[in-house]
């Protein structure tokens, strides 16, 4: 099996991406990073994430018609490939394995 190995930011963007499912650009990429992972997020980093993801075929995208609203700017969206639906699934088998092994790990309580 040839593996896909992913960092874990390029992770979440991978997952980001399927999540917004054909509304995944830029800004709500980042909006979307920041709330459910408590991570301060640049937009650079998101772009620079989705660049290689793509490079690596796991991602594709296309330019959206244009908005008044972003000045008449067109947004470039992103959806998950084939290979990265792939990966993804590889990934939560992966993990899955490991937390399925876990049995008596002790539950943490989070006390303020």
């Known amino acids: 099996m040839n593996r896909n190995y992913l ?28 709330e459910k992972s408590g991570r301060q997020v640049r937009l650079n980093q998101v772009h620079s994430a989705l660049q290689r993801l793509e490079e690596k075929g796991m991602l594709r995208s296309a330019f959206g018609e244009p908005t008044s609203e972003r000045g008449g700017k067109r947004k470039r969206v992103f959806t998950v490939t084939a290979l990265g639906q792939r990966t993804l699934h590889e990934i939560q088998e992966v993990r899955s394995s490991f937390w399925g092994r876990l049995a008596n790990f002790p539950k943490l309580s989070i006390t303020g």
Do not use: N, R
Request: hydrophobic content about 55%; cysteine-free; glycine content about 10%.
């Open 7 to 34: 960092g874990e930011f390029e992770e979440l963007v991978l997952l980001a991406v399927a999540v917004l499912d054909g509304q995944a650009y830029g800004v709500a990429l980042l909006h979307e990073l920041t």
